[in-house]
């Protein structure tokens, strides 16, 4: 007979995620539209949720190969970690602190403090976010000791079996000289005695100085990882009904996997990816390394430029219309805000009829208001002073540094550095990052 409440969630608990997820399948199947290519397609069709689409899982795949790629470029070494919480926790979900020492109450986000301090109950959402809170500690101090280096992280959320507590499986890519310094704030921050026993590793890995927690000594590091976070998705080409695994991820909105930054944001890779020359996710952040290649983009402004002229390949998007030239010759091209005049005489009757209930209608002024303008944005080289210094302060934490550096660049020629705090030219091809971060341009990337 089949357990129950595997994972601490009940037949209940599946059966109301099942319905939330069937629902929301249901209504972004019901709305179509025409692609540039003609073809009817729904909201479903593009969508990359784990949760509905069997292509987010290749694309994790793509990006746990980027990581480990990219670690035998730079010499990186993997560490390993499982992270879990000390026993008292279990305790603190019934509103049991009795066995809470001060060291417990030390590295807890605010709001669980709180309830702690006020003895109540926690739940499984308190949990991973005491989990987040110490993570991030864990990453701050590492990030603080090695400012000027580059390293990498994967990391997912697992439940318990038998009561859905959560822990962290994470696999860093850093430089071998880092991780003493990394083992001493892991067992400062994840105290908890299971992460430092070693009676789950070999007697060669004990001798190595590796800990449950903590091994160094993994083979295969990316497909070692993989498979705990291969368990968390379902199988979309053979069911689409829910287990009591992955309806723990819905019912308390756990994120199945978490990465470090890649040098080129998903963001961009998601719209040039059709492209066949683009498909590799590793190539494509790999040519931030080419002095030769340019590559800009700016989330805020919708925009993307790649030029990679030993490739003769040039890509332009911006606001939702894309170009790729090979040798000058247009090879690929869509227009998001293109609107055909002409009725489609083979269009479903659904979409014709597209708009004739309030729902609908309220998703057409929806778009309208975020497509309505089709004004392309000045160059920033002839840019006015004040437009430059206004677009300057505009730019987000997620802009792209060669253009954030080209623009500082602008503005030191125009005597405008005194907006920047920054009064020397960059070097496009090696950007003062450590600067931007320090002047909160940018978010550091780890």
């Known amino acids: 007979m089949r357990a129950r409440n595997l994972y601490g969630v009940s037949p209940l608990d599946v059966e109301l995620c099942q319905a939330k997820l069937d629902s929301q399948r249901e209504y972004m199947r019901s709305f179509s539209f025409v692609n540039v290519n003609g073809q009817v397609r729904n909201l479903l069709d593009i969508s990359m949720s784990a949760n509905f689409s069997d292509k987010y899982y290749a694309e994790v795949s793509n990006r746990v190969n980027v990581f480990s790629s990219f670690a035998i470029d730079y010499f990186q070494v993997p560490v390993f970690l499982t992270i879990t919480l000390n026993g008292c ?16 109450y030390r590295y807890l986000p605010d709001e669980v403090k709180y309830k702690a301090k006020n003895s109540v109950p926690l739940s499984i959402s ?14 701050m101090r590492y990030s603080r000791k090695f400012k000027n280096i580059d390293r990498s992280y994967i990391r997912c959320f697992e439940p318990h079996k038998k009561d859905g507590v959560p822990h962290i499986h994470a696999l860093f890519y850093v430089p071998a000289h880092t991780i003493d310094f990394m083992k001493r704030i892991y067992t400062d921050i994840f105290y908890a005695p299971q992460n430092l026993k070693t009676n789950a590793i070999t007697s060669e890995q004990e001798k190595n100085g590796e800990l449950n927690g903590f091994q160094t000594s993994i083979n295969n590091p990316s497909g070692y990882v993989m498979k705990y976070i291969q368990k968390t998705f379902i199988n979309l080409k053979e069911t689409q009904d829910f287990d009591e695994l992955s309806a723990w991820y819905v019912k308390h909105k756990v994120r199945r996997f978490i990465s470090s930054r890649t040098k080129v944001p998903l963001w961009v890779y998601r719209k040039i990816n059709f492209i066949s020359t683009m498909q590799d996710f590793y190539h494509l952040n790999d040519l931030t390394n080419d002095h030769r290649a340019i590559l800009e983009w700016n989330k805020k402004d919708d925009y993307i430029y790649i030029n990679l002229p030993f490739n003769k390949e040039e890509i332009i998007y911006l606001n939702g219309r894309l170009e790729h030239y090979i040798s000058g ?49 000045k160059p920033i080289s002839r840019m006015k002073d004040y437009e430059l210094v206004n677009y300057y302060q505009s730019l987000g934490g997620d802009v792209n540094a060669q253009h954030l550096a080209y623009v500082e660049n602008l503005m030191l020629d125009r005597n405008l550095d005194n907006f920047t705090h920054y009064h020397k030219r960059h070097d496009l091809n090696a950007p003062d990052i450590d600067s931007f971060v320090d002047r909160f341009l940018i978010c550091n990337e780890f």
């Open 89 to 104: 926790f279990r305790g603190a979900l019934n509103g049991d602190y009795s066995k809470f020492m001060p060291i417990d």
């Open 126 to 139: 308190d949990l991973v976010a005491v989990l987040n809170h110490q993570w991030n500690l864990f990453i």
């Open 329 to 377: 010759r247009l090879m690929n091209f869509y227009d998001r805000l293109k609107i055909d005049s002409q009725k489609d005489e083979n269009a479903q009757d659904e979409i014709k009829s597209f708009g004739t209930n309030l729902k609908q209608r309220q998703i057409l002024k929806l778009c309208d208001e975020l497509f309505k303008s089709d004004e392309k944005p």
